[in-house]
């Protein structure tokens, strides 16, 4: 494979000079070789926009440091686009990050460098109010085929991490991150390869998209993702919310998900997705919040004329669920949350409380109940819970006995409120539920049952 050093295109590598066209440059040179590497010797690079080629691989020596430029305007700005934009307008645009790829082949980003973007936020809010102030993407990948991204650290990144829409033929594996906003999120992406991650986020950890950004209705299929970590503000692991297709063939195996605010696991069709084929097993859940949250709604945003999804096939295998409740620092999750230093967090703050109440008290319970929810006339089918152990806070006396069916609301776990009439798991709208070998335990005394359920059919307990 032909090498082409960046540094040999004039870049600099001294941490002050912006260095992205020198690198453009030999993007542009390998490519038009017919492909080859584009090598990064160590140094310390400043970098807006690179926009990636086929059949170019970005390869990194040890010692090699990125730093995203501290000038928003430096960054290629976001494109204008011709068709509607359903979803959130932070997965409607791509051209805004450091590495962009656009109906490439055969690319890759790998090797030992720590890349440091630097807070950088649309402090001007020039992008609008939708998108709140949030900065460059990481890694922006759009309708590519073949793509592997491994064995770098990605930091301070304020929009989405590393994006990926209409993708077939990835793999991601070996990054560490900690970043304000989403990991790493697949949309409408096939055959992908997730493992060996360490994912820490100030909202959605790892989680998949169906969204319209491609001006068609589409699917996320074969997906895997083993044997990572994930830390997350908002939701750990996620399907979700943007739900225009659908998700088939989905596979969370052996994953840590630890110190997260509101839900470990988040399954969600609101847009008329259906989600069929989804297993998740070995997963430990340590010091969260909300824990299992799988929900149908018919919020419905996109095109008109779809109908109300379907959640079928879905199995939990092997879950433990576990204290300490503890506080712990975190990431920032806005820019708002960021410029007030918002690191730490307390678990029990999260449900806000009244005037004079004790905000650390232990007897004020604050774990949200579990929910695993259908709609009315849409149930949730074939739902199985296999060799699962949850360990609650617990602590309550009091709750909710009447159970709202928010069906069009953004689907957050908190919309049916905090304290269920179970202490472990609400079921409500399923047809065909297995519980086998599933058990849930208080560290404080808990009046309500283990379980609800609510309009379930073919129920089976071993």
């Known amino acids: 494979m032909k090498i082409f ?247 969370f195996e052996n994953i840590e998900v630890y110190d997260s605010v509101i839900t470990a696991v988040a399954i969600e069709s609101v847009d008329g997705a259906v989600i069929d084929g989804l297993k998740m097993k070995d997963i430990n859940i340590k010091n969260c919040n909300g824990l299992l949250y799988i929900t149908l709604g018919d919020r419905m945003r996109g095109p008109e004329g779809r109908s109300v999804g379907a959640v079928r096939n879905v199995t939990l295998e092997n879950i433990t669920v576990e204290g300490p409740y503890e506080p712990y620092p975190i990431m920032p999750s806005s820019y708002f949350s960021y410029k007030d230093k918002d690191y730490y967090q307390i678990p029990w703050h999260f449900k806000p409380v009244e005037e004079g109440q004790e905000r650390c008290g232990r007897e004020d319970a604050w774990q949200i109940t579990s929910g695993i929810c259908g709609m009315p006339d849409h149930p949730l089918e074939n739902i199985t819970l296999k060799n699962v152990r949850m360990r609650v806070v617990g602590g309550v006396q009091e709750y909710e006995r009447e159970v709202p069916e928010p069906a069009r609301k953004y689907p957050e776990i908190t919309n049916m409120g905090w304290n269920l009439p179970a202490k472990g798991i609400f079921f409500r709208h399923i047809k065909g539920l297995t519980l086998e070998n599933v058990s849930v335990d208080s560290f404080m005394s808990d009046a309500r049952e283990d379980f609800i359920f609510e309009d379930v059919s073919d129920l089976v307990v071993k």
């Not at 390869?59 to 430029?69: M, P, R, S, V």
């Open 5 to 251: 050093n960046v540094l040999d295109f004039g870049a600099k590598a001294d941490g002050i000079t912006l260095d992205s066209p020198a690198v453009q440059k030999a993007v542009d040179a390998c490519h038009g070789a017919g492909g080859g590497e584009v090598f990064f010797p160590k140094g310390i690079y400043v970098l807006a926009t690179v926009f990636l080629k086929s059949h170019v691989h970005i390869t990194f020596e040890k010692g090699t440091h990125i730093l995203g430029a501290l000038d928003f305007y430096a960054y290629a700005q976001q494109e204008e686009i011709a068709y509607p934009l359903y979803q959130d307008a932070s997965h409607s645009y791509f051209d805004l990050a450091m590495f962009v790829g656009k109906y490439c082949e055969d690319i890759s980003i790998i090797g030992p460098a720590v890349i440091d973007m630097r807070c950088v936020w649309d402090e001007d809010g020039v992008r609008g109010e939708a998108i709140r102030h949030r900065g460059p993407k990481g890694i922006s990948l759009k309708e590519c085929n073949g793509v592997e991204l491994a064995d770098f650290t990605l930091n301070n990144v304020t929009d989405l991490a590393i994006y990926f829409a209409g993708c077939n033929e990835v793999e991601i594996h070996g990054i560490q991150m900690r970043v304000f906003i989403d990991g790493i999120s697949p949309d409408n992406c096939k055959n992908v390869k997730i493992y060996d991650c360490d994912v820490e986020s100030g909202d959605d950890g790892i989680v998949f998209k169906s969204s319209y950004t491609l001006n068609r209705i589409d699917i996320c299929k074969n997906i895997e993702v083993r044997n990572c970590r994930v830390k997350s503000r908002c939701s750990a692991l996620k399907i979700g919310t943007e739900t225009n297709g659908g998700f088939e063939n989905i596979l």
